[in-house]
């Protein structure tokens, strides 16, 4: 078909206005614009040719017009329309959604209740999928927490059913390698096994809840965890689970540099029929294994020497205070994962497996069945996992119930002083409140702190707002602290006094120079046979009053029966080490009761650290890892203080008692008197626990690593 060079001249004219109207849609329309002037103006230099002819002139200003109104009347288009289509490009006089209503999704999760039963938790209550599920012959009935259960053998029918309202109801069940372990028999439990070719001496020494952890060692082939509560004898126990499987032995002991030397005093106690040059002492980087049966290190040898290590495979390997491989991350833990890879057995020993949070002891449990479970399947299930623009955060606690049945299904056996040792003395706790006056409080930098967090911090800032209040407090506290203890001091009380810094200890060992109290001291510094030969003094000599100890580097591994008093002069972020600390007196050869004192400081940076150690042993007690402390347990009584200072339940009614009596009378108050205070000075208690109670989140600290 032929064209006339008009009809060309307008065909083209009108391309070129469909693609400037194109352009127009994509800018906002403006009632005040000019648009016809505006596109007039862009089409005159679009269009400005001297020969064109009048026809076309007519023709342009024609589709002009049709822009203008295409422009102004754009906002109507059924495109611009939020019901319009744009995948199909249908326009939708009404949603679906809008038309039916919106439906949330109920949800629902399983997890184990106990060894034979689960729970089908659901987010609401859903009528046709209950009448469905009360089909079920196994099924019962919580009122209390108004959920269901079932036996593990109707699993596959409940989830059957729960199929059916796929649509209205999304169950996640329990993962297989659960279904795994729960549905298979556990007979590997057998407690009567022959102990008759361990040696002789060990067997005779055992209690009977030790030789029940021996069996229970045995019966899982020399694979598992003593968490056994701190002071039980976990070392001899572990002794007596590698000397059954001698056979498969060089036996390898990893323990911390404060301990060494005590696990080679155990070997020659307890296995005297193990030769004394069967035992090396791996003593640094240069040293060399032989063809030595036992061979002790540290984990920081271990480290640093781990090419010599990989060279020689050992059969047997304990792991001692075994939550010192925590994380995943460090080089601890994989170079205790590199020789465990080659082990027939492995014993792991931790008083406090998990001093925090669930997550702690994966790692740990990894090193023992090293196909248990993926690193983030647990964080998900037990960890509360979530994904956050940095990665996963496992940093919270979920399914606790489960995983503490799973834990002792598996490979975990743990038994608690309260349970199995009812000869042993009692362990009591008060909390002493230090004199405001002889606190530092109202210097610029404790207020200035304790302003900084009051006001409402992001996590990060109120971490390092919290960790330099902590630092001040250690100043503030120490007048109080050291007046606290000239009074312990001078009633010449064997006792073992913890802090954490430098300053505070150094303080309290000043006062006991000038008071000519005969003291050791034991912190980072302290090599470790110093250490021993400090301890022994310590247990023996009768003229050695004071242990003066750091919180973070005596709290484990040793034995100070000798005293049964033991201050606190400052707290710790750290439920697990401060449980460790106290039994360091509260074990296996104590015959007196034991009694816990905590120098608290009101308006200091004690405030905050108490609620954080409450909320971190609330989650430890829900994974099975009880650890015995409680401030509902702290006992209310009368302590020898100066007439300044104020127990936690006297306040102003002890000032009067110390006023009339001296020291020595004051010790010797009877129990009448003492609950005769409590009942009076009941209300200042009372608030001194809301105080402390509460219940501020300071999961975001990484407190574990800081120094």
């Not at 326009?91 to 679906?96: A, G, H, V």
């Not at 590698?242 to 301990?259: D, E, G, M, T």
């Not at 057995?345 to 740990?364: D, M, N, R, W």
């Not at 608690?416 to 003395?425: A, F």
């Amino acid at each position: 078909m032929n064209y006339s060079k008009e009809e060309i001249e307008k065909k083209r004219l009108l391309a070129l206005q469909r693609r400037k109207q194109a352009q127009l849609k994509n800018i906002p329309f403006n009632p005040n614009a000019n648009t016809k002037n505006n596109v007039s103006f862009t089409n005159s230099n679009i269009t400005a040719n001297e020969n064109i002819s009048n026809t076309s002139k007519n023709v342009g200003q024609d589709l002009l017009r049709y822009v203008d109104n295409k422009a102004k009347f754009r906002n109507n288009s059924f495109k611009n329309n939020e019901k319009f289509n744009k995948k199909d490009g249908r326009f939708s006089p009404m949603s679906t959604k809008k038309f039916f209503g919106e439906k949330s999704c109920i949800t629902g999760k399983c997890y184990m209740i106990t060894d034979e039963r689960f729970v089908l938790e659901t987010s609401s209550y859903f009528p046709p999928f209950v009448e469905t599920i009360k089909t079920i012959p196994s099924r019962l009935y919580d009122m209390k927490t108004k959920q269901w259960n079932f036996l593990l053998k109707d699993y596959e029918t409940v989830m059957e059913k729960a199929i059916n309202f796929k649509s209205d109801i999304q169950i996640t069940g329990l993962p297989n390698k659960i279904l795994q372990i729960f549905r298979k028999n556990d007979t590997s439990t057998n407690t009567e096994n022959d102990l008759s070719d361990i040696d002789p001496q060990l067997v005779e020494n055992l209690m009977p809840f030790q030789r029940e952890g021996i069996c229970y060692g045995i019966s899982r082939g020399g694979r598992c965890m003593i968490a056994d509560d701190m002071g039980l004898g976990k070392t001899i126990q572990a002794l007596g689970i590698a000397h059954y499987f001698r056979k498969n032995w060089p036996l390898l002991i990893v323990v911390p540099a404060s301990i060494r030397y005590q696990w080679a005093e155990a070997i020659y106690t307890f296995l005297p029929s193990i030769p004394a040059h069967y035992i090396h002492q791996f003593a640094n980087t240069k040293d060399f294994i032989d063809d030595n049966k036992i061979v002790i290190t540290t984990y920081d040898l271990l480290v640093r020497a781990l090419d010599t290590f990989e060279r020689k495979i050992f059969g047997f390997i304990i792991l001692d205070e075994s939550h010192a491989l925590k994380n995943v991350k460090t080089a601890r833990f994989k170079a205790a994962e590199s020789i465990t890879k080659g082990a027939r057995h492995v014993v792991l020993l931790s008083g406090t497996p998990a001093l925090s949070k669930p997550i702690e002891l994966y790692s740990q449990i990894n090193l023992i069945m090293p196909n248990f479970m993926g690193y983030q399947e647990y964080g998900i299930r037990y960890c509360a996992g979530e994904r956050t623009s940095f990665g996963w955060d496992f940093n919270g606690s979920s399914n606790t119930q489960e995983l503490q049945l799973l834990l002792k299904r598996t490979c975990i056996i743990r038994r608690l002083k309260n349970e199995i040792l009812n000869q042993l003395p009692a362990k009591k706790r008060q909390v002493i409140i230090l004199d405001s006056e002889l606190i530092k409080t109202g210097t610029e930098q404790m207020k200035a702190m304790f302003t900084k967090l009051e006001r409402n911090l992001n996590g990060v800032e109120r971490h390092q707002a919290l960790l330099v209040y902590y630092n001040q407090t250690s100043i503030a506290k120490e007048r109080a602290v050291c007046d606290y203890i000239s009074k312990l001091f001078a009633c010449k009380q064997k006792c073992i006094i913890f802090a954490h810094h430098h300053n505070v200890m150094d303080a309290i060992c000043k006062v006991a120079v000038s008071m000519d109290i005969k003291f050791i001291k034991i912190d980072g510094k302290t090599n470790a046979e110093h250490r021993k030969c400090q301890i022994d003094e310590f247990q023996n000599c009768d003229n050695c009053i004071a242990a003066i100890l750091s919180i973070t580097a005596a709290n484990a591994g040793i034995t100070l029966t000798a005293a049964k008093l033991v201050v606190f002069a400052e707290l710790f972020w750290n439920p697990g080490i401060l449980c460790q600390a106290e039994n360091r007196v509260h074990r296996i050869g104590q015959d007196k009761d034991v009694t816990i004192q905590y120098l608290i400081a009101k308006r200091t940076a004690d405030d905050y650290l108490w609620p954080l150690i409450q909320k971190k042993l609330n989650v430890l007690n829900d994974v099975g890892f009880d650890q015995d402390f409680s401030l509902k347990d702290i006992d209310v009584t009368v302590q020898p203080l100066s007439s300044k200072q104020n127990t936690l339940d006297s306040f102003n009614i002890f000032n009067s008692i110390s006023q009339q009596k001296t020291d020595k009378e004051i010790i010797e108050c009877s129990e009448n008197a003492t609950k005769n205070i409590m009942l009076e000075s009941q209300s200042s208690t009372e608030e001194f626990k809301e105080l402390f109670d509460l219940n501020e989140d300071f999961e975001f600290c990484d407190w574990d690593k800081i120094e």
